[in-house]
Nanobody, 125 residues
């Protein structure tokens, strides 16, 4: 069974860079059948897909966030990370890492099969 655990700071100041790590167990992140994504849930809003890294290491990002977002992976640690630059209070949300299978619509949060528990991130001075 695949397990994902998010870690990172709960509070970030405006204009700083948010960095989160997802530690995966039960499946190698280099597995050819999985996409690994970051998804967030702002208060009072819908789930928002942020970006994904595919089995080849190619990344795809939500257009509104593309200029500020970076996803990378560390196969030795079986982790993947999110960096979000120049955060504002509008980036306050619960951040999730998630996995879906190749062949599913990886831009849609409902298509993800395995999820971390989520981590609250607040952007405030």
């Amino acid at each position: 069974q695949v397990q994902l655990v998010e870690s990172g700071p709960g509070l970030v100041k405006p204009s700083q860079t948010l960095s989160l790590t997802c530690t995966v167990s039960g499946a190698p992140i280099l597995a050819g059948n999985s996409y690994w994504a970051w998804i967030r849930h702002p208060p009072g809003a819908d789930m928002e897909w942020m970006g994904v890294i595919d089995p080849s290491g190619v990344t795809y990002y939500s257009p509104p966030l593309k200029s500020r977002t970076s996803i990378s992976r560390d196969a030795f640690k079986n982790q993947f990370t999110l960096q979000l630059e120049s955060v504002t209070p509008e980036d306050t949300a619960v951040y999730y890492c998630a996995r879906t299978s190749v062949g599913r619509s990886w831009t849609l949060p409902d298509e993800y099969e395995d999820w971390g528990q989520g981590t609250q991130v607040t952007v405030s001075s």
